[in-house]
């Protein structure tokens, strides 16, 4: 379901890697981490500002856009700020988001919501990287890296990867390694140890960017939302005069409707709203089913951060927020395994941690997928929220912050 090309809009700057291959060899890296996305570049930076000797590996040129409703909401933001690049955030053109149009079939509510941000992953990942970068780690892209299965029992000091890179070949060891490479986890698929499991009913990701005079309908600093049998649809401004329509479809719904922009448009017009200009299938870009989890999170120095760890069916940016906290929350262990070695303690309480945040992070995911699955009844659950503002209080706050 990957789009064969790139979307034209995205940021043309590169950015370069700062070794080349026949060089891995040269530095004993402490953390490799697999995947220069949100929670893998967020991964490197806190590394990096620890002093801790890091590889980030991107096996895409970057910077690259991905499928994303860009959306950042409060979680996410206090994290960037953390990370020390909120100013950049803001520099790049970030769009500011005071308000959500809720439209499921023809009920609508619109309410204000605390500010969140809307930013492409290209814009986004280029300025993490780069912030990576500047703390110490190193980069390489185009490179595809795979974990090697343990070729010894947990007193074993390193871990290994292979990259491969252009032809060349090169396996590296390292006293951990960080898998960050998304909802497919295409780094260890060649190991049998690692179970995802996918829900039955999961739909698949799609997204595309468009001009603002192909969307005029939707207003500025507005987060669309838009609920119909097939699925539903987010449309908001964002960076370099663009805007951002991404999806949650029924993957049976495409075919039989003719294609992505058609199962779009379909829920757009059962929300009562002119249809916009979209691209044809060349132009999108999809996932795999996105509602997943993994049974393992952790095994002998290596840990799954980000969607490697599983997914619940997104609605205001949590996937964002979700693979941050990740990076954060496994900052400690990396910390200690440097420091002190390993013990399987540790792979115990990566376990709890990703336990914990399935049950009470991505509770409201879980219900509101469950929710709009059902279009006509989800629509008496907003008027509902219009009519009880407790009630539509306490979804804005586990929605948007």
Same mark, same amino acid.
């Given at each position: 379901m990957?789009?064969?090309?790139?979307?034209?809009?995205?940021s043309?700057?590169?950015?370069?890697?700062t070794?080349?291959?026949?060089d891995?060899?040269?530095?004993?890296?402490d953390v490799?981490?697999?995947?220069?996305?949100?929670?893998?570049a967020?991964?490197?930076?806190?590394?990096g500002?620890?002093?801790?000797?890091?590889?980030?590996?991107?096996?895409?040129?970057f910077p690259?856009e991905?499928?994303?409703?860009?959306?950042l909401?409060?979680r996410?933001q206090?994290?960037l700020e953390?990370?020390?690049?909120?100013?950049?955030?803001?520099?790049?053109?970030?769009?500011c988001i005071?308000?959500?149009?809720?439209?499921?079939?023809?009920?609508?509510?619109?309410?204000?919501?605390p500010?969140?941000?809307?930013?492409?992953?290209?814009t986004?990942d280029?300025i993490l990287?780069?912030?990576?970068i500047?703390?110490?780690?190193?980069f390489?892209?185009?490179?595809?890296?795979?974990?090697?299965?343990?070729?010894t029992d947990?007193?074993?000091?390193?871990r290994?990867?292979?990259?491969q890179?252009?032809?060349?070949?090169?396996?590296?060891?390292?006293?951990?390694?960080?898998?960050a490479?998304g909802?497919?986890?295409?780094?260890?698929r060649?190991?049998?140890?690692?179970?995802?499991m996918?829900?039955?009913?999961?739909?698949?990701?799609?997204?595309?960017?468009?001009?603002a005079a192909?969307a005029s309908?939707f207003?500025?600093?507005q987060?669309?939302?838009l609920?119909?049998?097939?699925?539903?649809?987010?449309i908001?401004?964002t960076d370099g005069?663009?805007v951002?329509v991404?999806?949650?479809?029924?993957p049976?719904?495409i075919?039989?409707?003719g294609?992505i922009? /058609?199962?779009?448009?379909?829920?757009? #017009?059962?929300?009562g +709203? !002119?249809?916009?200009?979209?691209?044809?299938?060349? *132009?999108?870009l999809?996932t795999?089913?996105?509602?997943?989890?993994?049974s393992r999170?952790?095994?002998?120095?290596?840990?799954l951060?980000?969607?490697?760890?599983?997914?619940?069916?997104?609605f205001?940016?949590e996937?964002m927020?979700?693979?941050?906290?990740?990076?954060e929350?496994?900052?400690p262990i990396i910390?200690?395994?440097?420091?002190?070695?390993?013990?399987?303690?540790?792979?115990s309480?990566w376990?709890?941690?990703?336990?914990?945040?399935r049950?009470?992070?991505q509770r409201?995911?879980?219900w509101?997928?469950g /929710?709009i699955?059902?279009?006509r009844? #989800?629509?008496w659950? +907003? !008027?509902?929220?219009?009519?009880?503002?407790?009630? *539509?209080?306490?979804f804005i706050?586990?929605?948007?912050q």
């Amino acid at each position: 379901m990957i789009a064969s090309k790139a979307s034209p809009s995205a940021s043309t700057e590169a950015s370069h890697s700062t070794i080349a291959m026949h060089d891995l060899h040269e530095s004993q890296w402490d953390v490799v981490i697999l995947g220069a996305g949100v929670a893998g570049a967020a991964a490197g930076i806190l590394a990096g500002k620890q002093g801790i000797k890091t590889l980030l590996v991107e096996s895409k040129a970057f910077p690259r856009e991905k499928v994303c409703g860009g959306c950042l909401n409060l979680r996410s933001q206090a994290s960037l700020e953390r990370l020390g690049v909120s100013q950049a955030i803001e520099s790049a053109g970030a769009v500011c988001i005071e308000s959500m149009r809720l439209q499921i079939l023809k009920t609508q509510a619109q309410w204000r919501v605390p500010a969140m941000m809307s930013i492409r992953r290209s814009t986004l990942d280029k300025i993490l990287v780069e912030q990576a970068i500047e703390q110490g780690s190193h980069f390489i892209d185009r490179t595809n890296g795979n974990l090697l299965a343990a070729t010894t029992d947990s007193g074993s000091a390193t871990r290994s990867v292979r990259l491969q890179k252009d032809g060349e070949m090169e396996v590296i060891s390292s006293k951990c390694v960080l898998v960050a490479s998304g909802l497919t986890r295409s780094s260890i698929r060649q190991e049998d140890n690692w179970p995802a499991m996918v829900e039955s009913d999961s739909r698949i990701g799609v997204q595309c960017l468009i001009s603002a005079a192909q969307a005029s309908e939707f207003a500025d600093g507005q987060l669309h939302m838009l609920v119909g049998h097939k699925g539903y649809v987010g449309i908001c401004k964002t960076d370099g005069g663009l805007v951002d329509v991404a999806a949650a479809l029924d993957p049976s719904s495409i075919p039989s409707s003719g294609g992505i922009s /058609q199962v779009v448009q379909g829920i757009i #017009a059962e929300c009562g +709203l !002119r249809g916009i200009d979209l691209p044809e299938k060349d *132009r999108w870009l999809a996932t795999p089913s996105l509602t997943r989890s993994s049974s393992r999170v952790s095994a002998h120095r290596t840990f799954l951060i980000g969607d490697a760890i599983g997914y619940v069916e997104p609605f205001t940016g949590e996937g964002m927020s979700w693979a941050l906290a990740s990076a954060e929350s496994v900052m400690p262990i990396i910390t200690d395994i440097v420091a002190h070695g390993w013990n399987d303690e540790l792979s115990s309480r990566w376990n709890d941690w990703a336990h914990r945040q399935r049950i009470h992070k991505q509770r409201t995911c879980r219900w509101i997928a469950g /929710q709009i699955r059902w279009p006509r009844g #989800a629509a008496w659950v +907003l !008027r509902a929220c219009n009519w009880l503002p407790p009630l *539509r209080a306490s979804f804005i706050r586990k929605t948007s912050q």
